[in-house]
């Protein structure tokens, strides 16, 4: 599993969920790229891409074809973006409290991007305000100062840069992921996607319902909530935020290995209008011809449109990645 941080850039804030998730599987976790303790490839001409980009690197680098891609609050929109551009490398997606596609940023940011470092004591003051949920995921307030000391103590150890924050939110300028998401529903490229929060009242950070914008574009993924958590749930409970997350994304990673599938569309070209007749007869490639193996057929489709004196053929066919591409010669489908 790939973990993705926040706005704020440090891995180490995470540090308590990335203990828990390695108890379970593999993590692989980093700074963002400008971050000077990173030492990664970073852009400004390139902006947020160079964020996406980083993903594909930490995985090139660990040697792994494709992972669980987990992305908390603006880490979320790399999480989904990367998604959207490999989904041949991303297992499973989960979006941890994230900030909307189609984000931008509301009067208190914009307030904080006047001069960041000049703000920054009003910032880490107005940080006071998540003291509430930190007490609720630890049974009273003595528990919860204990846990906020321990928090602030991370930020303090691994502070955060106001100028390289106040970039970060810059760079989504022009950035609008919306069209770029719904295409990769619509191509049957999605993964399995796992949309995580804490309860509404409780994270005054990201609205819960401004995360649950994900699901008016994949109706279809799934959904949880940490209880007794607001923005800082693998934080707060680490343990219940790797029960929630750990399970999806092995079921998903079973689910690929048993069936192996992913959906391909390719276009194919033109094919003369007075074969049309021909074409629109030929049948769909048994899916055992495919893999080799008799499997039940899904959603195997062949579409023709017909045009003045041509036809535009598209297919979609489910199959090992690896054997996805088809091409149709006259009348024959060849795999």
Not at 54 to 65: C, F, N, S, T
Not at 102 to 107: E, I, T
Not at 141 to 163: D, E, N, Q, Y
Request: glycine share 6%.
């Amino acid at each position: 599993m790939v973990v993705i941080p926040g706005v704020q850039g440090r891995w180490e804030w995470m540090k308590p969920a990335i203990d828990a998730l390695a108890q379970r599987c593999r993590v692989v976790t980093f700074s963002l790229a400008d971050e000077p303790s990173c030492a990664g490839r970073f852009d400004e001409g390139d902006g947020f891409a160079c964020y996406v980009e980083q993903v594909r690197e930490a995985l090139d680098a660990a040697g792994i074809p494709e992972a669980a891609i987990c992305g908390v609050s603006y880490g979320g929109l790399i999480a989904a973006a990367f998604a959207a551009r490999y989904p041949s490398r991303t297992a499973s997606l989960v979006l941890v409290s994230a900030l909307p596609a189609g984000w931008l940023p509301n009067a208190r940011v914009r307030f904080y991007l006047r001069a960041p470092r000049l703000l920054t004591p009003v910032f880490m003051l107005a940080s006071l305000r998540m003291y509430r949920e930190i007490a609720a995921a630890n049974d009273g307030a003595a528990k919860g100062m204990s846990a906020a000391l321990r928090h602030g103590w991370r930020v303090i150890t691994h502070m955060f840069s106001p100028s390289r924050m106040a970039r970060r939110v810059r760079l989504l300028e022009g950035v609008d992921l919306r069209e770029e998401l719904a295409r990769l529903s619509a191509t049957g490229c999605q993964r399995p996607t796992l949309i995580v929060t804490g309860e509404p009242s409780l994270d005054r950070v990201v609205p819960v319902a401004a995360t649950h914008e994900y699901l008016q574009l994949w109706p279809q993924e799934s959904m949880a909530t940490v209880a007794r958590t607001g923005h800082l749930g693998l934080i707060t409970r680490p343990s219940a935020f790797a029960n929630v997350v750990v399970p999806f994304a092995e079921d998903a990673a079973r689910v690929s290995s048993e069936n192996d599938l992913r959906p391909h569309y390719s276009f194919v070209g033109q094919i003369p209008a007075d074969e049309l007749p021909d074409l629109q007869a030929v049948p769909m490639v048994p899916r055992r011809d495919v893999v080799g193996r008799q499997q039940p057929q899904r959603g195997n489709e062949l579409r023709v449109s017909a045009g003045a004196d041509h036809a535009v053929v598209e297919m979609r066919l489910h199959a090992r990645a690896t054997l996805g591409v088809a091409v149709i010669v006259k009348h024959q489908i060849v795999v």
